[in-house]
């Protein structure tokens, strides 16, 4: 039974098991939006890159409310099942799926009916709202099935299998970027075709994911036998860190966006599009990290296994130190790479790249800890603590640093407040990481 392997296996064998596999998955999972960037960039230019950007908030809030009841309910199934209590685990699949659906439903209507003043609420000028009105929506239609693949793919990884979840992620990112090509060029669907390629790929994804309701290993029952309405306030509760994460950054790109528009026009908002789809990529691997360690840090919690806690929080650091410590380099040494890769930068562009990309990736190895200490909180079951962080280094020392440092430094403050705050939240976090340690050894 896969509950027992977790609570039984080596620690590390278990977490090198589960984390390539999510690693991959969300780094396909980012090309949703990097295929869109990159196409959109080259193929139709800066300016239909600002208005992604302007847009980029929308997709926080999709894949936002897949993690909160996908990762609020699953990390709940775990440790029931690791704390041997099988009838409860089983009604919080079906828990979330309700609910995830129900709040799909009224998002989609909310923001299709009120979504040109929401956009220009989040910075859309008369250059970028052409650009806008043929993409967003699309992807407001298809805003279930981006929230459902990220619901699936949590709960599909934490019933034992993490190699299908990664092939439905790559497969639905593959077809996305096939259709991305063949959208824009030669159909010439120009920013609808972005949107309705990224919709289709999520929805392939569903598909693949799908079949595992078929497999012999499936443990995951539509039963409601042990459901109460406490369960609905508990998996708010634990998935709300998730849902944060997504929010908030959302939140700083908005802030962000109307700083830069400011001080610098559409173009600091397309020089901060390349920043934002090269932080997706860390943000990605780092998600990866925690999936990774989350089925073993919620089972063994549910089990009371400190010692092999201990273990999974050593490794998974280590593995975020390394893997954040690649994007670090290559941004301090060849700054311009990511401008390349993202746009066919003008002038004004590449002048402001180097500053702009050198200052922000500086924090990219603090940040890489402090998203593992969010997770290993929520994995085990310490919302408050997760929360603090996640609300610390995703938003509020953040926007806190760019109100202070954008009137003094201009364009340099707003570039700086992101890897300050991720530096000073760094030493808070490892502060609770340490206490909670000493308190469960007590």
Same mark, same amino acid.
């Given at each position: 039974?896969?509950?027992?392997?977790?609570?039984?296996? !080596? +620690?590390?064998?278990?977490?090198?098991?589960?984390?390539?596999?999510?690693?991959?998955?969300?780094?396909?999972?980012?090309?949703?939006?990097?295929?869109?960037?990159?196409?959109?960039?080259?193929?139709?230019?800066?300016?239909?890159?600002?208005?992604?950007?302007?847009?980029?908030? #929308?997709? $926080?809030? &999709?894949?936002?409310?897949?993690?909160?009841?996908?990762?609020?309910?699953?990390?709940?199934?775990?440790?029931?099942?690791?704390?041997?209590?099988? %009838?409860?685990?089983?009604?919080? &699949?079906?828990?979330?799926?309700? #609910?995830?659906?129900?709040?799909?439903?009224?998002?989609?209507?909310?923001?299709?009916?009120?979504?040109?003043? #929401?956009?220009?609420?989040?910075?859309?000028?008369?250059?970028?709202?052409?650009?806008?009105?043929?993409?967003? !929506?699309?992807?407001?239609?298809?805003?279930?099935?981006?929230?459902?693949?990220?619901?699936?793919?949590?709960?599909?990884?934490?019933?034992?299998?993490?190699?299908?979840?990664?092939?439905?992620?790559?497969?639905?990112?593959?077809?996305?970027?096939?259709?991305?090509?063949?959208?824009?060029?030669?159909? $010439?669907?120009?920013?609808?075709?972005?949107?309705?390629?990224?919709?289709?790929?999520?929805?392939?994804?569903?598909?693949?994911?799908?079949?595992?309701? +078929?497999? %012999?290993?499936?443990?995951?029952?539509?039963?409601?036998?042990?459901?109460?309405?406490?369960?609905?306030?508990?998996?708010?509760?634990?998935?709300?860190?998730?849902?944060?994460?997504?929010?908030?950054?959302?939140?700083?790109?908005?802030?962000?966006?109307?700083?830069?528009?400011?001080?610098?026009?559409?173009?600091?908002?397309?020089?901060?599009?390349?920043?934002?789809?090269?932080?997706?990529?860390?943000?990605?691997?780092?998600?990866?990290?925690?999936?990774?360690?989350?089925?073993?840090?919620?089972?063994?919690?549910?089990?009371?296994?400190?010692?092999?806690?201990?273990?999974?929080?050593?490794?998974?650091?280590?593995?975020?130190?390394?893997?954040?410590?690649?994007?670090?380099?290559?941004?301090? +040494?060849? !700054?311009?790479?990511?401008?390349?890769?993202?746009?066919?930068?003008?002038?004004?562009?590449?002048?402001?790249?180097?500053?702009?990309?050198?200052?922000?990736?500086?924090?990219?190895?603090?940040?890489?800890? $402090?998203?593992?200490?969010?997770?290993?909180?929520?994995?085990?079951? %310490?919302?408050?603590?997760?929360?603090?962080?996640?609300?610390?280094?995703?938003?509020?020392?953040?926007?806190?640093?760019? %109100?202070? #440092?954008?009137?003094?430094?201009?364009?340099?403050?707003?570039?700086?407040?992101?890897?300050?705050?991720?530096? +000073?939240?760094?030493?808070?976090?490892?502060?609770?990481?340490?206490?909670?340690?000493?308190?469960?050894?007590?």
């Amino acid at each position: 039974m896969q509950t027992n392997r977790l609570l039984t296996e !080596p +620690v590390s064998k278990i977490f090198f098991r589960y984390l390539f596999p999510a690693i991959m998955a969300n780094m396909v999972t980012s090309i949703y939006i990097l295929a869109d960037t990159i196409i959109i960039g080259k193929g139709i230019g800066a300016d239909a890159m600002a208005a992604l950007n302007i847009i980029l908030p #929308l997709f $926080n809030i &999709f894949f936002g409310t897949g993690l909160l009841f996908g990762v609020g309910g699953s990390v709940l199934m775990s440790i029931a099942r690791g704390s041997g209590d099988e %009838k409860l685990g089983r009604c919080y &699949f079906p828990l979330s799926i309700l #609910l995830n659906a129900i709040t799909c439903l009224l998002l989609t209507i909310i923001l299709y009916v009120y979504m040109e003043p #929401l956009v220009r609420f989040l910075g859309a000028t008369d250059i970028t709202m052409p650009y806008i009105r043929n993409y967003a !929506p699309y992807v407001i239609l298809g805003l279930s099935a981006f929230s459902f693949s990220s619901l699936l793919q949590t709960f599909v990884r934490n019933d034992g299998a993490p190699k299908l979840a990664m092939v439905a992620v790559v497969s639905g990112g593959v077809l996305n970027v096939i259709l991305d090509i063949v959208f824009v060029f030669p159909l $010439n669907m120009g920013m609808a075709g972005a949107a309705i390629a990224s919709v289709l790929g999520s929805l392939c994804t569903i598909m693949i994911l799908l079949f595992h309701f +078929v497999s %012999k290993t499936n443990g995951l029952k539509f039963s409601l036998e042990a459901f109460s309405f406490v369960q609905i306030g508990r998996i708010f509760k634990n998935g709300f860190t998730s849902f944060l994460i997504d929010i908030t950054s959302g939140i700083v790109i908005f802030i962000f966006n109307i700083e830069l528009l400011r001080c610098s026009g559409d173009t600091g908002v397309a020089m901060y599009g390349v920043i934002c789809n090269s932080a997706i990529i860390v943000t990605c691997l780092c998600n990866g990290i925690n999936q990774a360690a989350q089925p073993i840090l919620s089972t063994n919690y549910g089990a009371g296994l400190h010692e092999r806690i201990d273990g999974v929080r050593g490794l998974g650091m280590k593995t975020a130190l390394a893997i954040c410590a690649i994007p670090t380099i290559l941004g301090l +040494v060849v !700054p311009n790479l990511f401008t390349y890769i993202f746009l066919n930068p003008n002038e004004e562009i590449l002048a402001m790249s180097p500053t702009a990309i050198r200052i922000y990736f500086a924090g990219m190895l603090a940040m890489g800890i $402090n998203m593992f200490a969010v997770g290993y909180f929520q994995s085990t079951a %310490k919302p408050a603590l997760s929360l603090t962080i996640c609300l610390l280094r995703g938003c509020a020392l953040s926007v806190l640093f760019v %109100k202070i #440092l954008a009137p003094l430094l201009g364009i340099v403050g707003i570039w700086a407040s992101v890897p300050l705050g991720e530096v +000073v939240t760094l030493f808070i976090a490892i502060y609770f990481m340490r206490k909670n340690t000493k308190e469960a050894r007590a």
